[in-house]
């Protein structure tokens, strides 16, 4: 049975007041919608948290925000890179619309390549002389459909800058899921201009002494106790350079995080690594973007 949930409500984190040294300043004023359904092979969830004023700073923020929605639904478990569907070409100021749009689009593809895929699974058991019917039907019973899980949501909120969260979870029948999305998105909480660039993209080699004692720490919070001089053993790298994360490193107020997605640099085992830089240690190898929003 089809279930669709539309839930329209300014966040706890909107309606808050943020205390710092410089006095009392209200939170960016959001809205979050929340959707989901499932297909006979496949379910699809979204929970989208977008600005809901209406002045300059707020309206490029959300802009952007709908893009980064387009760039992930627009082309879900497209392993070419193509895109599934025409972008919508309604009124953007009709959020839920807009949001219903690429919904029901993307469940569409779900529920097609799904289907697909089951129908492969079973033609391919079928081939089998020595699978017996009964054996046959069994595993196809339980064999588990697709998820995907689409999540974009504010993690930090400061009177110069606000970071969003786009990370999504993917499952197509394999032996496990994995995390998608773009990561944390900066804006300059004035303008509403992304910071395409939080750090120097060149800095890499400079700072391995922090990506070092980053992974090391965070190695030791999951109770694995690594030496700095044998880290590369817990590492895909090649060679004993650690890159910088594909995804950009977002500001909150104790310090730059970096998070580094699934079998980036580490075994799937591992997780996604991430760990806080200080920005006294960090500050020279920021933007002078990312430097302006943090008054460094």
């Given at each position: 049975m089809k279930?669709?949930?539309?839930?329209?409500?300014?966040?706890?984190?909107?309606?808050?007041?943020?205390?710092?040294?410089e006095g009392i300043k209200k939170q960016l004023p959001t809205k979050t919608w929340a959707f989901s359904d499932t297909t006979a092979h496949s379910s699809l969830s979204c929970e989208v948290e977008l600005p809901s004023a209406s002045d300059k700073a707020s309206s490029a923020i959300r802009e952007e925000l709908m893009a980064v929605l387009d760039?992930?639904?627009?082309?879900?478990?497209?392993?070419?890179?193509?895109?599934?569907?025409?972008?919508?070409?309604?009124?953007?100021?009709?959020?839920?619309?807009?949001?219903?749009?690429?919904?029901?689009?993307?469940?569409k593809v779900l529920e097609r390549d799904s289907a697909d895929d089951a129908l492969q699974r079973e033609s391919y058991m079928r081939e089998d002389d020595q699978m017996a019917e009964e054996e046959i039907a069994?595993?196809?019973?339980?064999?588990?459909?697709?998820?995907?899980?689409?999540?974009?949501?504010?993690?930090?909120?400061?009177?110069?800058?606000?970071?969003?969260?786009?990370?999504?979870?993917?499952?197509?029948?394999?032996?496990h899921g994995g995390v998608t999305g773009a990561g944390g998105i900066t804006f300059d909480r004035k303008s509403g201009r992304r910071v395409t660039q939080v750090i120097d993209p060149g800095c890499a080699e400079d700072i391995q002494p922090m990506l070092r004692e980053g992974l090391t720490d965070y190695f030791a919070e999951?109770?694995?106790?690594?030496?700095?001089?044998?880290?590369?053993d817990y590492l895909l790298t090649e060679g004993d350079l650690i890159p910088l994360p594909a995804w950009q490193p977002y500001p909150t107020p104790d310090g730059l995080v970096f998070v580094y997605q699934q079998y980036e640099i580490a075994a799937?085992?591992?997780?996604?690594?991430?760990?806080t830089v200080p920005y006294d240690k960090i500050a020279a190898y920021l933007t002078p973007e990312a430097k302006k929003i943090l008054g460094l």
């Open positions: 279930k669709i949930s539309c839930i329209l409500f300014t966040t706890a984190l909107a309606a808050s007041l943020l205390c710092s040294c760039g992930q639904l627009g082309y879900i478990v497209s392993f070419e890179g193509t895109r599934q569907f025409e972008p919508y070409s309604g009124d953007r100021q009709d959020t839920e619309a807009y949001l219903k749009y690429y919904f029901d689009n993307a469940l069994e595993i196809l019973a339980g064999m588990p459909g697709w998820e995907y899980e689409f999540s974009l949501a504010k993690i930090a909120d400061t009177k110069d800058y606000v970071v969003f969260q786009s990370q999504d979870y993917v499952y197509l029948g394999g032996a999951g109770g694995l106790e690594v030496a700095a001089d044998s880290l590369g799937y085992a591992f997780g996604m690594p991430a760990f």
